[in-house]
């Protein structure tokens, strides 16, 4: 059993209680997956139902954005809770919130109101995923560490491309509210980690030593962070850009189309399963680099093609790259701080992935005017590719002794 009197020492997993602690873990990757996931089939439907002064496209937009501003804005929020309530406990509510406000939907009318608790919807996201991951840290070595957060990023992966496909199938058989009921799954994961999550303390200090530390130590991840914010410009490249890509290409079948952005889910879910095994062969910085080549290379390639295969390569090898990110944030993030401060630094690092889904558009936009779509996905491939190639003459250069 996994306590926290091991905490961080466990280097395998055995006996059927943690077995199914691990599984809760990784259901993580699943909520998160699920909290756009769930709406995008039937995005449609619902602009059509809310459609009263022609405002109908907006309503259904911001109902779809929604969670993610929750979840910008609710990292820092949850990693503090966290830190005082203890990862079990707050794992436990932020569920309950998911499961109440996620498939309000189902019975909801008002556009307002949905919109709020799409907005809690998001809290409660990125409560869920800080305190998984929090509670991954806490019991297990690096090396177990690293492959279970490659798990976790695969089985989110994985999740994204199963959600789509059912809440289509739900929403043409009943309608635009069906698929919120898939947010109903968050109660048997309360109930299940109610029985085997492992109990977890509060992270405690003592009053005059905390703001230092704490300040310390997330001063010294702001390189991190700033580097997570370009990585996951890049990351949703496929879900917000490709689509307009390839209408611009000629290709403008919806199922077609999400074959070819599904590829780059499937690569992602891939690379997540090998980071584990990559991690023992790569150093932190050396794998940052692969990621961001394979980001830069998987985006030129989609600028350069004229049809849905070389794009699927493209989404394919971007979506390498995006399968060893998620996990190495995670791990590097987990690796620099203290126990105390882990969630509150997790929490953060999701305002700064999801600050990359923002921004997105409003980076692209411009060069899309000034170039077309094609030469703005090239001209970011190869600034990633510039980025990499200036990072590697700076590591080198400061690496060398000085001469007299």
Known sequence: MMTD??????????G??????????????????LVVSAMSPVAALAAKYFDKNGDGDLVAQMIVTAPAIGVIL????????IAR???????LVALAIFGVAGSAGLYLDKAAILLVTRFLLGLATSGIVTAMITMISEHFTPDARARILGYQSATGALSGVAAIFVAGELGRVGGWRAPFGLYLLAFPVLILGAIYLPATGRRLQTVTRKAAVETGQLLRLWP??????PMFVAVYMPNIQVSFLLRDDGISDPGFQGKVIMTGALFVAIAALLFGWIRKWLSSAQILMLCF????????????????????????ILGSGTGISNPLISDLIVSRTSPELRSKAIGISYTARYSGDFLNPALMYPLRVTLGLHGA?????VLFLVGVAVAAVWRQAIGKPATV
Not at 5 to 14: E, L, N, R
Not at 19 to 26: D, Q, R, S
Not at 74 to 81: A, N
Not at 377 to 381: A, E, L, N, T
């Open 224 to 229: 991190i962070y700033l580097m997570i914010i």
């Open 293 to 316: 080549v394979l980001q830069g290379v998987g985006i030129a390639l989609m600028g350069l093609a004229d049809g849905a295969v070389v794009t699927a390569i493209g989404c394919a």
């Open 74 to 81: 609710g990292g820092p929020l949850c990693g503090w809770l």
């Open 377 to 381: 996905f090239i001209v970011v491939g």
């Open 16 to 33: 059927f209680r943690e077995w199914m602690a691990v599984g809760i873990m990784l259901s993580g990757g699943f909520m998160l997956a």
């Open 85 to 91: 309530f203890g990862s079990k406990r707050f794992l």
């Open 5 to 14: 009197q091991v905490a961080g020492q466990k280097s395998t997993i055995t």
